[in-house]
C-alpha cells in the first residue's frame, strides 16, 4: 500500500482516533498532493508545504513579522495533516 | 462542554477550571488586597520554576518543541526592545540587539477575544493580583461570581508569576502579556484577551522588558481569513 494521508486529532480525549482520506507520495514543497491542498485551511501558502520526517506532518513556510518559520499545516478546525505508512 | 453548577464547587476546583479555560485581563479596584514579600515572591519562583531549569531545554510540561524558547534571526528593521506577539505561529517575540530575537510559545485569546494591535507596555508586576472584568463575568457567571472580588497572587492566579499591562496611549486595555499556571495551553487558543507564557519562561522574560517599549499583537489566522 502506499501512503495514506490522516487528520491527526488535536483532541485525542475528544476526537480519538484518525480519519484516513487520500494517499500520494509527493513530499517536495510546491508538489504536495491536491488532497492534501484541499484539506489546508485557505490562510497557509500551501505551495511551501512539505512534509517532515520529524513527525511524518505536512508543514509550510510562515512568513512571520520576526522570521519566516514552518509551522505544522492545518485544516479549516486546526488539525495538523499528516501522514503513515501502513 | 462544560456544566459547572456553582454549589459543591470548590475554590481550588474553580481555580483550576477557570484558569484552564480562561486566562482573563485584569479589571478595575482589586479587592484581593494582600501583597506578598520578596520572600514569598522567590519562593513561588521556585515552586513553578523546574529543578535544573535551562530555558531553552527544560520541558517538563510536555510542549511541542518548537514552542521552547529559542534565540532567532530577525527580520531587519525591527526596533530591539520590542515585542511581537505572531498569533498564528503562537510565538512572542522578543527584539535584541544585532539581529535576532528571543521567541517564545504562547497561547491566546478564544475566538475574537483576541485584539490584534499596537500598545505600549506601561506596567510590569511580579507576581501580579487578578480580577476578572465585568464583561467576563457577564459572559460566564459560573465561573467567575465567586472570584469577582479578585484573586490574591501566587501560583493558582490565572495571571501567574509576572504580567506586562498593555496600555493604549494612557488607557489600560485590561490585555496583559503573563505567566500562567496552565502550560499546557500553550498553543492554543486558551484565554479572554492576554496572551499567555509558561510561568519559568514568563520569569525570564521579565527582567528584559522595559516599560515604555511597544508591544505589537499581529492578527491571528481566522483575522487572515475574514479579511481576504
Known sequence: MGRKFFNSFVLPAILSGCTAVVGTEDTEPGTIPEQVAALAAPYQNVSTARLLPRDGCYWYLHQGPVEPTLLPLRTIDGRPICSARE | ?228
Open chain 2, 1 to 228: 462542554m462544560i456544566a459547572l453548577g456553582k454549589k459543591g464547587l470548590t475554590r481550588r476546583h474553580f481555580i483550576v477550571t477557570a484558569s484552564a479555560l480562561f486566562s482573563p485581563p485584569v479589571a478595575g479596584p482589586l479587592l484581593a488586597d494582600t501583597w506578598p514579600s520578596e520572600a514569598q515572591k522567590s519562593a513561588w519562583d521556585a515552586e513553578v520554576t523546574p529543578p535544573f531549569f535551562d530555558l531553552e531545554t527544560s520541558n517538563p510540561w510536555g510542549l511541542d518543541p518548537r514552542f521552547l524558547p529559542q534565540r532567532v534571526v530577525a527580520r531587519a528593521g525591527l526596533v530591539p526592545g520590542n515585542i511581537h506577539v505572531d498569533a498564528i505561529a503562537r510565538y512572542l517575540y522578543h527584539i535584541e540587539d544585532g539581529g535576532t530575537a528571543m521567541r517564545y510559545g504562547v497561547a491566546i485569546a478564544r475566538g475574537n477575544l483576541y485584539e490584534p494591535g499596537t500598545y505600549t507596555i506601561r506596567r510590569k508586576v511580579r507576581w501580579p493580583h487578578w480580577t476578572p472584568t465585568r464583561s467576563m463575568i457577564e459572559r460566564d457567571p459560573e465561573l467567575y461570581a465567586d472570584v469577582e472580588d479578585g484573586m490574591e497572587p501566587g501560583p493558582e492566579n490565572p495571571l501567574g508569576s509576572r504580567a506586562l499591562y498593555l496600555y493604549v496611549g494612557e488607557r489600560d486595555t485590561y490585555l496583559r502579556i503573563h505567566g500562567s499556571p496552565e502550560p499546557r495551553s500553550i498553543g492554543g487558543r486558551a484565554s479572554s484577551g492576554c496572551v499567555r507564557m509558561v510561568n519559568a519562561h514568563m520569569i525570564a522574560l521579565y527582567p528584559l522588558v522595559e516599560t515604555g517599549v511597544t508591544a505589537y499583537l499581529h492578527p491571528p489566522e481566522d483575522y487572515v481569513s475574514a479579511q481576504s
